[in-house]
Every structure is written in C-alpha cells, then in structure tokens.
C-alpha cells in the first residue's frame, strides 16, 4: 500500500485560509442570531465585522477570539438557565464581587468585574480551620528574593466560603482549570503559599492575567469588538434617563397640586387625553428629548412609551412609598408620638379610616411639631375592638412600637372615646400613657348641632336656605338664570357632617338676598312646571320677602363666623393646649357679649337690607286665639254672610 501523498505548502495555506473563513462566516451567524433580541443593535455590530479586513491574520484571529468569547458567554447562558444557580437576571441580593456566584456571570457583569477590579476587605475575622490555621492579609504580598514586595492583585478571598480564588483564572478560564484557585477555591492555609507561587509562575495564570489586562485596557479605552452596540445602549440609556426624568417631574407636579392624571382617553395629540398627557405634550413643544422621543412613538420604533396609565400608577406608589419611608423615618427619630384617626364612608358606601401620627420633627431646626397622613384603611367591623386592632395592624405594619404612643386623640363616638370599651379605653390598657383627648373641633360641631336641631326657628331657616339651593341645583338652565342675576358667591348646599358648609350658605344668601329673589321671580315668570313655580313663588314671596328671616341670616351668619374662624385654628398643626383653651375662652365670651348687644347690632344690620328691598322692617304678629273665641268669630262672620246674602 503506497503511503498517503502530502500536500504541499501552498496546499496547506489555502486549506487553512478557506477554512479561517469558514469558521468567521459560521461566527457571524452565531453573532447574528445572539444578538437578534437586540433588533438594530445587533445589525451595527456585524455591521462592524464586515467591515473587518479579513486578510490580516492577526485581526481575523483577534475577531475570531473575540466573537468566541461571545459565544461562549451565550453558551454559559444557556446552560445556566437550565440549572437553579444561573445568575440570568440581575439580583440585588446577590454580591457580584463575590467568587462562589463568578461561574455564572454573563459577559456584562464580567466586564463590569474586569473594569472595577476585584474588592478585599482587610479588617475580617477570618475564621479558624481544624488545625486552628486561617487565612492572613499577608498573602496579598508576594516577597521576592531581593525583598521587593509586590501586591498579588489578582488574589481574592470569599468570606461565605473561607476561600481563596484567582481573579483572572476564576473568569477567563477556557477549559477546566488545573489549578484550585480557578475553580474551588483553596483553603489549605498550611500550605497556601506554596501553591500561590506554584500558581502564579503557571502558563495559564499568565495567560488569563493577559486577557484580563488586554480586556481591562480595551473597556478603558472603549475599543472593545461591541465598541458601537455599547455606544448605542448608552445613548439609550441616557435618552430614557431624561424621559423618566421629565415624566416623573410631571407625576410630581400633578401630586403636589392635587389634580387628576387621566382623561376619557390616553392618546397623545388629542382632546380630553387628561391633565398628564397635557403636562407632556406641553414639555415637549419646548424640550427636544420629548420631541424625539414622541418622533420615536409616532413612528412605532418604540412599543413601550411609559405614559400608559398603569406606569403613572406604578410611579405614583414609588413617590409616595418613599415619602412614606421618609416619614415613618422622622417619627423613628422622635421615638414617642400621639395617633389622631377619624372614619368615614367613601362613595361606594365602604368605611374608611384615615391615620395621621402627630410627633415632634427633630430632624430640622427649629425643631416642630408636625402631623402626617400615612394612609386610609378599609375597615369592615367599626367596633371599638375591631377599630383597635386595625389600630394595632397599622403601627405593626409601619414598624412604630405601640408603647411609644404618648397621645390618641379621636372624635366623639361611642366606639371612640367609649370609657369601657372604647378605642381609647383598649389602648390605654396596654400603654397608660396614651393620653387621651378628645377632638375639640368635633365638640364644637355637636354644640351647634344641638343649637339647630333645639329650635324649630332653627330648622325653619336652614330648611329655607337649603331649598333656595335646591331649587337653582337641580337644574342647570335654572343654575344660569341664577348666574345672571349675581356676581358674587355662588349658592353652597348644607352638609349634616361639615359645618364649615352652613357660613358658606348662609355667607352666598346674606351678600346677595336681594338678586336671589328676583332670580326666583323670574324662574316663576318663564317656568312651565307647576310645581317649580309654587316653590320659587312661595321662597320669593314668603323667606326673601320677611323681615324676621332677614335677620335670621344676619345672626347666623355672626354666630356661624366666629365658630367657624375658633373651629380652623383647632385643627391647624400647629395648635397647642393651652391656645386652644384660650381659644374657646374667647368664643364664650363673644356669646355672652352676643347677648347682650349682639341682637340691636343684628337689626340694625337687618333693616339696611330690608329697606334695600323695600321690605318693611317689622315683625309679623301672630294671634293665638282661644278655642271659644275662635269658634265665636267664626259663628259671627258666617252670620255677617248670611245676612248679606238676605
């Protein structure tokens, strides 16, 4: 058998050429179909392969290395996401800089490694082995045999592991490392530092040394194969950096002013899409981040915009999380603080706890006292013991230590402020120094509820002033009639909970009773309903055109003033104990002044308006007539009829 017939050398150059293009036609796919997920960016960087001059070996080699290194890193992916460890995602509670995660790590994280260095921590207790040995800081350094010292940089120590890695092999090994320090880990601290020098004079130590120099210089200098795709993903980056920006300026702008985000629709360019789109599209008539970025939706080269309505939501909780945070963060620093929590039903008729802790702010000078609102609870038992322990829920989830509660002030329900069985009686069981203090505006509020609801006079006239509002409401042709008629304040409707709503009415009706009857008149005149114009009639003709309920608005109006002035500086924040003591001092007073001058000053008063509405300014007497007396008058006139009738 006749030996096989070498090629020659020209042979073997074309074989190793066709077969170097081989292998870079075969990357390029590879590279192309790693970065599909990446749309244009991938083209730009085969873009850049292309333009590669294949014929100088040595950058077809440093191509082929790098796309290798690509392809490995995919590679290292795909196997990782198969097993439980892989490191796929960012995970914050995982340390990068620790060895025991590195065989995971894709090629982003690896540069980030490679351009931040590894991280030693000198000040470790490290812990002791069976022969009572452990690791020293004195292994970083490296004697030579002149006594130079040099710093071994590229050796790290995991504290979780009590071991000891090699930076460069532990990440740029290419096959299953010989030595234990780039793939376990050493622990031998007997003889460790044998095996570090045994290790650092190694080819393969040298080798993955280079690389990971080579590697370092090019991310420093940003002349790595992906130098554009980088490019473009930080300009990116930065572009979706200023949009945020600008989009969480505008959700914080909308916050602090307390309007609504949405409209009926959510499309940029187009009526009634809500006060955010608004608050944007207005940004971006002036801003050319905004502009290019609605040039990028509009050509629908970008799926997600963040404007939809559930990223305003999602930021609107991070805001006010952090907020939260910063808060709960304030009333740590005070320690000791009082609860104020009130409830109230929505308008889906759900019961609603609002909390507001009130402490003492020493985080900034002067120091103050200051409230906050952390949240509304739903509440579905309203008992005292159902309210305490969605009390008890709140401060638990809050982190807040319920013995550190100094005060609890609540309103004046008997699940509240119950002695027995109360909000404030189980509190007060647990903390006895939780002292208790009634709301002093709710007080206030009830004394005015008995002052309306003891008289019928009373009655009568808040029942007048809320048909006159009424009557104008219920209608919005009726409403404009009225607006032609007054230029003032616009008619308010009474509330049974807020009597901050009775100055207002009664406040719209003194200032302007004069227009508001003819208003009426006029409503009687071009209305078509019947029972419209009875209504308007008898309010024009009968309250508006009497004398006594004229001065019923002048003395309400002084009485509900005054309470309503003593009433906002009870609530105000910065009301302390004994102002408002001095506060209710002085309203007494007013009342006792009140009645003794107060009703002359109010006719007076009274008789200016009436005599302004040609009203007589007289009161209008009633008879009370006797049972007998009555029946003989009216014997006598039916007499008087008949006989004119003869």
Not at 21 to 48: C, P, Q, T, Y
């Amino acid at each position: 058998m006749s030996p096989k017939k070498q090629d020659s050398g020209f042979k073997k150059r074309e074989k190793k050429k066709k077969q170097d293009e081989e292998d870079v036609h075969l990357r390029k796919s590879m590279a192309k179909w790693i970065f599909k997920k990446h749309d244009n960016l991938g083209n730009a960087i085969v873009e850049n392969l292309d333009n590669i001059n294949e014929a100088n070996e040595e950058n077809t080699n440093c191509v082929n290395e790098e796309i290798g290194d690509i392809i490995e890193s995919e590679n290292e992916i795909n196997i990782n996401e198969k097993s439980d460890n892989a490191f796929n995602e960012p995970n914050l509670d995982v340390d990068i800089y620790d060895p025991r995660v590195w065989d995971g790590l894709d090629a982003k994280f690896r540069d980030l490694l490679v351009e931040n260095g590894p991280k030693r921590e000198l000040n470790v207790e490290y812990p002791l082995d069976k022969l009572g040995r452990h690791f020293s800081s004195n292994f970083y350094m490296r004697v030579l045999s002149n006594g130079e010292k040099h710093d071994r940089k590229w050796l790290v120590y995991s504290k979780h592991l009590d071991k000891v890695f090699c930076f460069c092999c532990k990440l740029f090994k290419t096959m299953p490392s010989r030595s234990l320090l780039g793939s376990e880990g050493i622990c031998d601290w007997k003889h460790l530092s044998e095996k570090l020098t045994q290790h650092e004079n190694s080819k393969e130590h040298l080798i993955n040394l280079r690389t990971c120099v080579e590697l370092r210089i090019r991310l420093s200098k940003n002349q790595t194969i992906d130098k554009e795709i980088q490019e473009l993903i930080k300009q990116d980056t930065q572009h979706w950096k200023q949009v945020m920006l600008r989009i969480v300026a505008a959700v914080k702008c909308l916050a602090i002013h307390n309007l609504a985000f949405r409209g009926t629709n959510e499309r940029l360019n187009e009526d009634a899409n809500g006060n955010f789109l608004g608050l944007i599209e207005m940004i971006g008539e002036f801003d050319p981040v905004m502009q290019h970025h609605f040039r990028l939706i509009q050509d629908k080269k970008i799926h997600y915009h963040y404007l939809s309505h559930k990223i305003q939501n999602e930021l609107i909780q991070i805001l006010a999380s952090k907020v939260k945070d910063a808060i709960i963060e304030i009333i740590r620093e005070a320690k000791y603080y009082s609860v104020i929590l009130d409830c109230t039903p929505d308008a889906s008729h759900q019961e609603q706890m609002t909390v507001i802790i009130r402490c003492v702010d020493v985080s900034n000078t002067p120091i103050k006292v200051e409230e906050y609102f952390l949240e509304y609870r739903n509440v579905v038992d309203t008992s005292g013991f159902g309210l305490f322990n969605e009390l008890k829920s709140v401060l638990t989830s809050l982190s807040l230590n319920i013995d550190n509660i100094r005060g609890q002030g609540y309103d004046n329900g008997s699940n509240m402020k119950g002695k027995n069985i109360g909000v404030q009686r189980r509190l007060l069981d647990i903390n006895p120094r939780a002292f208790y203090m009634p709301c002093a505006s709710h007080c206030l509020n009830l004394i005015l509820c008995e002052m309306a609801n003891s008289s019928i006079k009373a009655k009568s006239f808040f029942g007048a002033c809320q048909c006159i509002y009424t009557v104008f409401a219920n209608s919005t042709k009726r409403w404009n009639i009225l607006l032609d008629y007054i230029d003032g304040l616009t008619l308010k409707s009474l509330s049974t909970t807020r009597w901050e709503s009775h100055i207002e009415s009664v406040k719209a009706i003194l200032s302007q009773v004069s227009q508001i009857r003819e208003a009426l008149l006029k409503l009687v005149e071009i209305s078509d309903d019947a029972k419209l114009s009875r209504d308007a009639e008898s309010l024009a003709l009968g309250e508006l055109s009497n004398f006594e309920f004229i001065l019923s608005l002048v003395i309400w109006h002084d009485v509900l003033l005054r309470i309503n002035v003593v009433s906002k500086k009870l609530q105000s924040e910065d009301m302390c104990l004994d102002v408002a003591v001095k506060q209710l001092e002085g309203l007494i007073s007013f009342f006792e002044n009140y009645r003794l001058n107060g009703l002359n000053s109010a006719i007076i008063d009274a008789k200016k308006i009436a005599i302004d509405m040609e009203i007589e300014p007289v009161f209008v007497k009633k008879r009370k007539l006797s049972r007998k007396r009555h029946f003989d008058e009216t014997f006598n006139s039916r007499q008087c009829s008949f006989s004119i009738e003869e």
